[in-house]
């Protein structure tokens, strides 16, 4: 075997390597460069950087942004850990169940390579994936363990220049002169080439894990996601920036995109400060994006982190979390909340091809962080659409009071003929986030949930099972308890027979990542999904530290061919009940043509501003020109940098 996710055939772009000029890679993987030596100015810069932080900045700094605050207890860094082998507690816990051996468990979350030299938000750390590796030939009782940070455009353009340089939303803007210092700082920076994000992104890819096409993905939702995989030694490395073949102008998307495990595509969204406020696009089981869907009907930005999908539709969620660039002007972030706002759900048919059919429907208080699923079903009011979710109430504290804000599971049932809300009720009086179920229910009828139990100060106490049959306000009929000093992370459902359509929805395990902050030690605790106490049934002792992180997911190697190409990859396992006629359809069907022009991408025929998507506060000004070989037409693409945002202009020549 090769690699787990993908052959050593599959070419493996080095991260500071140029970028290809062939077709290929055009619509790949897009290389970043960070030049061999520093600028002459690098020392300026960072004496500068320095003054901000000492002098300009408002001080004290708040809690939101104090690296002292926000860094303290299981949410301060982790070292990097090569593959070590661990082992399975022998002793008052079973052995590790068969469905986990050939797989792999991996948790993505901020782990800041350099210590903060000012304000820094618990969103800014560089992204870290830690993984336990359950392979074939080693034996059930010697997984391996790993943690990694992904090799993003800001950790190598950082690790140059041995400090934390590329600005971010959340912190960067604390008071008014240490604002437009670093707004000043920037441009210099990008005027000397020091970094460019206009090309290469600027984003931490902290957020999540997912499998998009067969391959696997560290996220985040401010940039593109960045294509890693995992060795049979269990060693985890990036691959690159993957655009999906989406062009230029596709600079970002969720991080929590939703694949349909019926048919092998994920839909994704991605929001900008100007219009298209909202965009809405698929990428097909190749790996291939669709064309955009832009959502025209919105008046401001929402921080939209999640949304839904059914059998037919695409939900999303117009929170009161809002980005206000206007906030900039007064050095204060441009992240806000509009208490003056009403939340409200929209709803578009997954095969709509503009934003047209998007309708929406007001709901007050529905501030959903994350969706636990949703679906379609026929009542006695006709067909309904049903979204359980994760609502935050005290809303007003969302993003510098984070430990002060509550999340409940919420159900809410919308007519699809009449457009309104049916009913709306709560799933339990506990503190719940970061939400589970069995992944091939995805978009269908789900009876069970899984989440985490969320403590006053945002540490993981435990997770809960949640029955959605039930009628009554209190729904929970499992839970454990991690126990005194102990912080979890999201749990996952790993389902016990995969290939068996005839299991029960819940007949599997729970996984997450334990750490003891009495003990220092940290564990990987598999758990019994089916019993009410969540009984442990096996625990893996782990040699380093995984701290308090986001989202991940649990995977099996699977073997079969794509493109004609015999490759090792990464299965979900959520998308394994598909015949085998629809499995082998997804992996041998011959890929999409694709035009042989210098950047493998057809040219713009519109005039205008095409796009527009948040970015630095900086500013910048780039232009290339475009050639199709087809049609032997040229365009020339003119970019500019504002305070907060990149706008491209395209015109035929």
């Known amino acids: 075997m090769s690699s787990l996710f993908f052959s050593s055939s599959y070419p493996k772009l080095p991260s500071t390597s140029s970028s290809s000029s062939s077709p290929a890679a055009a619509g790949k993987n897009r290389n970043f460069t960070t030049a061999a030596a520093r600028p002459p100015l690098a020392g300026v810069f960072r004496s500068i950087d320095g003054l901000i932080c000492d002098f300009l900045d408002k001080k004290p700094l708040r809690p939101s942004v104090d690296p002292s605050v926000v860094l303290s207890g299981n949410f301060a860094p982790a070292d990097e850990l090569p593959p ?48 336990v590796s359950f392979f074939e030939g080693r034996g059930p009782a010697e997984p391996l363990f790993c943690s990694r940070h992904v090799r993003t455009y800001k950790y190598e353009l950082e690790g140059r220049a041995g400090y934390p340089i590329v600005p971010s939303p959340f912190s960067s803007f604390n008071g008014f002169w240490a604002s437009w210092a670093r707004v000043g700082l920037g441009a210099a920076r990008v005027w000397a080439g020091e970094f460019d994000p206009l090309g290469n992104g600027y984003g931490t890819a902290n957020t999540s894990v997912a499998v998009i096409g067969g391959k696997l993905y560290a996220l985040g939702e401010n940039d593109l996601p960045y294509e890693i995989k995992v060795s049979p030694d269990g060693d985890i490395t990036t691959v690159g920036r993957h655009d999906f073949h989406g062009g230029p102008d596709f600079l ?38 669709q064309p955009d869907v832009p959502i025209l009907s919105m008046d401001d930005t929402p921080l939209m982190h999640d949304f839904a999908m059914t059998e037919n ?78 609502v935050m109430k005290s809303v007003e504290h969302a993003f510098e009071r984070m430990d002060s804000t509550r999340v409940l599971m919420e159900e809410i049932r919308v007519s699809l003929t009449r457009r309104e809300v049916m009913t709306r009720r709560r799933l339990s009086a506990r503190v719940l986030d970061m939400p589970a179920i069995n992944r091939a229910y995805v978009g269908k009828k789900t009876r069970y949930a899984y989440a985490s139990q969320v403590a006053p100060s945002l ?71 089916k019993s009410p106490t969540l009984e442990i049934v096996a625990v893996v002792e782990l040699p380093g530290r995984v701290p308090s992180g986001f989202h991940g997911l649990f995977g099996l190697l699977m073997l079969g061919m794509r493109y004609g190409v015999t490759l090792l990859g990464f299965k979900p396992l959520w998308g394994m009940g598909r015949s085998a006629s629809q499995r082998a359809d997804a992996v041998c069907r011959p890929p999409l043509a694709v035009r042989t022009s210098e950047t493998a991408l057809p040219p713009a025929r519109t005039r205008g501003i095409r796009k527009a998507h948040i970015f630095l506060p900086i500013v910048a000004f780039s232009a290339y020109e475009e050639r199709d070989a087809l049609t032997h037409t040229s365009s020339i693409s003119i970019s500019y940098l504002t305070s907060m945002s990149v706008v491209h202009f395209r015109e035929a020549i």
């Open 313 to 390: 539709h695409v939900v999303v969620n117009d929170v009161q979390m809002v980005m206000s660039p206007h906030e900039i002007l007064k050095g204060n972030p441009p992240t806000r909340v509009n208490l003056g706002k009403i939340p409200r759900l929209g709803f578009i048919e997954k095969r709509e091809k503009n934003g047209s059919g998007m309708w929406w429907v007001e709901v007050p208080g529905f501030n959903v962080s994350h969706v636990v699923n949703a679906w379609e079903e026929d009542d006695d009011g006709g067909p309904t659409l049903v979204l359980v979710g994760m």
């Open 84 to 131: 070590t082998t661990c082992h399975v507690a022998a002793t008052g816990h079973g052995r590790l169940p068969s469905c986990f051996h050939g797989g792999a468990y991996l948790l993505n979350g901020p782990s800041p390579r350099f210590p903060p030299r000012g304000p820094h938000h618990l969103f800014d750390g560089d992204g870290m994936v830690h993984a």
């Open 252 to 289: 970002s998307m969720t991080a929590h995109p939703k694949t349909d495990p019926s048919t092998g595509e994920t839909f994704a969204i991605r929001y900008n400060i100007t219009q298209p406020r909202l965009t809405v696009f698929r990428i097909d089981p190749h790996g291939i994006k």
């Open 459 to 529: 540490v993981t106490s435990g997770v809960v099972k949640v029955d959605l049959s039930l009628s009554s306000d209190d729904c929970i009929v499992g839970s454990r308890t991690y126990g005194p000093g102990c912080t979890g992370n999201e749990p996952f459902f790993v389902p016990r027979e995969p290939n068996n359509p005839d299991s029960d929805e819940d007949d599997g395990y729970l996984v997450a990542y334990v750490h003891d902050c009495n003990a220092r030690e940290s564990k990987f605790l598999v758990m019994d999904a």
